[in-house]
């Protein structure tokens, strides 16, 4: 099991793209893509008051198992069933009765041997730990008013929000005022605040104005003890377990198997009543354990790619990768996220590690997805986190961004060209004056897609306009990997005093949210938070990890710019062009600049905009500097580190001062 593996380096951004071994060797794989596959979704359970019908996908077992428990624990099996070889490479059993409140594993029989039990890799509930999948009455899993709850519309992803959280981090803080504390219900408390009285929790959300939360890993995940939650472990949960159950230390009960799905489901009601979408963290490229994963424990072998060898390859650095270019395991992903969807409602896919998967299965993925909901977005990471044996040309890389038709891969060009580069704590960018980074910011301002103005030869981490439209493109600056935007600003401005270092942060963050693609920021960044410079906080404790919500009435300023520059996007159709065209016909640069300087306009209502021009420039340098704007009537939206979207104030034009580090906005 690697739970840490990872973390540190999944931030990466793999500039080679590697060539597979596969091509020189024998494939150990090439066997599996004879195994047949089983299309039907009623694989493992499918339950009434009346039977419970079972069928295990495992072609090669010599023999399955079929355990019944009347606990999810602690208790002997009261019947064992022999499975029956079935169509499809599918074992079935059917039991007669009602065995709502039952818990089952399976077993299969490989290579002469019985191997550990397993709650399968369809387990939709599961108790404490999953060891062991439950059979419920999803009916009555249901909140009140589910039948007619629904997220957010989206037209294009480009309109959203995303704001990145942990159930943990957003809650645990005393200072929160939240009850239920690192719980799914923690987001449905209204009312809640810190103890000067600034609102926390969900209201805080619908004050900062996000469109979309999107939420770390809530499957069920491996690495907190479930049975032993006084503990207070913490982990981010990219370790996952049971794929489609939900985690059972967010549940206020993990040993009852519908407590954590009715309360997923209540924290998902509440947010859709706020009018804010839920975004899940998707980790299908690896899992926790080899050999011992459900995968494995199921139909050895066949989940997973390997090495010529035969040893497991390893891009998710975490020991393991799965195959999604085997059938079985493409229409798992697949199947997986339709699930979410159809059943708790979900709004949005974040994937992990994303360019483990192949181009085709996402494409799959984004295409379903959008058959059940229309509004449904999906994005990830475009990078691996090592070689794998999956040619480049079929991987969801950043750089094949432009094969994926509603898929979006974050912006490493925008995230290490304005704040400096992710794993060099000391590295400045372009919103900490330096040097060179202005044509990778301006990469980021255009969502990488080709414009006449910006020369990609000259770009830090890419060298080709990669996004064929903005709606391919996550604009961030930081995210729970790596320092938070605090901490990096901490590390690489030393004897900066904090004023410097919020200004900082909202010359940064107005880089983002600017720019065309879509904007993603780190939960608590609006408050300043910070993780005490810890760079892998995935089982750091609380006292690393939780947002401090005094900080909300001490930084008020810094929530109150991220609160306008949100609403000013929001408002604002010219920061949120749909197309590759339309950008470059509306987004127009000056070409004379001083060195760390950018300024642009957006001119002709672009994209539909009340404004007819929006002049947008950037100082990173750490001292004033004047531009030329065009004389005429000018409301000024931001200057000096303030901004407001209804505007602060008039301004005639001509030749301005921008104040050091910071963006001046103006608008007629
Ligand atoms: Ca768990």
Not at 566 to 587: D, G, N
Request: charged share 25%.
């Amino acid at each position: 099991m690697n739970t840490n593996c990872v973390k540190a380096i999944t931030a990466m951004c793999l500039g080679t793209i590697f060539s597979p071994w596969a091509l020189t060797a024998a494939n150990p794989d090439d066997r599996y893509n004879a195994w047949p596959t089983y299309s039907g979704t009623d694989l493992e359970l499918d339950a009434t008051a009346q039977r419970a019908n079972f069928r295990l996908w495992s072609p090669e077992a010599e023999a399955v198992r079929l355990m019944i428990y009347p606990t999810d624990r602690n208790s002997k099996a009261t019947e064992t069933i022999d499975m029956k070889a079935a169509d499809n490479g599918t074992w079935t059993a059917s039991l007669p009765g009602n065995y709502f409140g039952k818990f089952y594993t399976f077993s299969i029989k490989h290579d002469g041997k019985w191997l550990d039990e397993t709650p399968g890799v369809w387990a939709k509930a599961v108790g404490t730990n999953g060891h062991r999948a439950a059979i419920i009455d999803f009916d009555t899993t249901d909140p009140a008013g589910w039948d007619k709850d629904q997220g957010p519309a989206v037209d294009n992803i480009t309109d959203v929000v995303i704001y990145e959280m942990h159930h943990r981090d957003f809650s645990v803080d005393p200072s929160s005022g939240i009850v239920n504390k690192g719980k799914f219900l923690a987001l449905t408390e209204e009312g809640t605040h810190n103890p000067t009285g600034e609102s926390t929790g969900i209201d805080h959300l619908k004050e900062l104005g996000v469109t979309h939360v999107h939420i770390l890993p809530s499957y069920d995940y491996n690495s907190v003890d479930e049975a032993n939650l006084p503990s207070n472990q913490y982990n981010w949960g990219y370790d996952p377990y049971n794929y489609n159950a939900p985690e059972g230390s967010y549940s206020t009960n993990p040993s009852d198997p519908s407590a954590r799905i009715r309360e997923m489901k209540e924290m998902i009601k509440a947010l859709h009543d706020a009018g804010i979408g839920v975004v899940m963290d998707v980790v299908y490229n690896h899992t926790a354990d080899n050999d011992g994963s459900n995968f494995s424990l199921t139909a050895p072998g066949y989940y997973y790619r390997h090495r010529p060898d035969g040893s497991y390859s390893d891009a998710s650095g975490c020991g393991n990768e799965t195959a999604s270019d085997r059938k079985q395991m493409s229409d798992f992903i697949v199947n997986s996220v339709k699930y979410w969807a159809d059943e708790y409602h979900i709004d949005g896919f974040r994937f992990d590690l994303m360019a483990i998967h192949d181009t085709e299965t996402m494409n799959r993925v984004a295409a379903e997805l959008k058959k059940i909901n229309p509004s449904i977005f999906v994005y990830g990471e475009g990078w691996t986190a090592g070689d794998s044996p999956l040619p480049a040309e079929r991987r969801a890389l950043k750089e094949n961004v432009a094969k994926m038709d509603g898929i979006a891969v974050f912006s490493d060009d925008i995230r290490d060209a304005v704040k400096g580069h992710y794993s060099n704590a000391a590295d400045r960018g372009f919103a900490t004056g330096k040097p060179g980074n202005d044509e990778t910011v301006k990469i980021g301002i255009v969502a990488s897609t080709a414009h006449p103005q910006v020369d990609y030869s000259k770009g830090n981490n890419s060298k080709f306009a990669y996004a064929s439209s903005p709606t391919q493109i996550i604009n961030y600056v930081s995210c729970h990997d790596d320092l938070t935007l605090t901490d990096k600003l901490a590390k690489s401005m030393p004897g900066s005093s904090e004023a410097d270092r919020q200004r900082a942060a909202r010359l940064a963050q107005t880089i983002v949210f600017t720019s065309q693609g879509t904007p993603f920021m780190f939960a608590g960044e609006e408050v300043f938070r910070d993780k005490k410079g810890v760079h892998n906080s995935y089982k750091s404790p609380d006292s690393i990890n939780a947002i401090d919500w005094n900080l909300k009435h001490k930084n008020a300023e810094q929530f109150e710019y991220y609160r306008q520059l949100i609403k000013l996007r929001k408002e604002h159709p010219a920061f949120r062009m749909t197309s590759a065209e339309q950008i470059a016909k509306h987004l127009v640069f000056d070409e004379k600049n001083d060195e760390n300087v950018i300024s642009y306009t957006l001119r002709d209502h672009a994209n539909g905009d009340a404004w007819r021009e929006i002049k947008v420039i950037f100082n990173g340098n750490p001292k004033a500097v004047d531009v030329k704007v065009p004389k005429g009537n000018w409301t000024v939206i931001a200057e000096d580190g303030r901004i407001n979207a209804d505007g602060l104030g008039t301004s005639r034009g001509g030749k301005l001062s921008v104040a050091p580090t910071s963006a001046l906005i103006l608008a007629r």
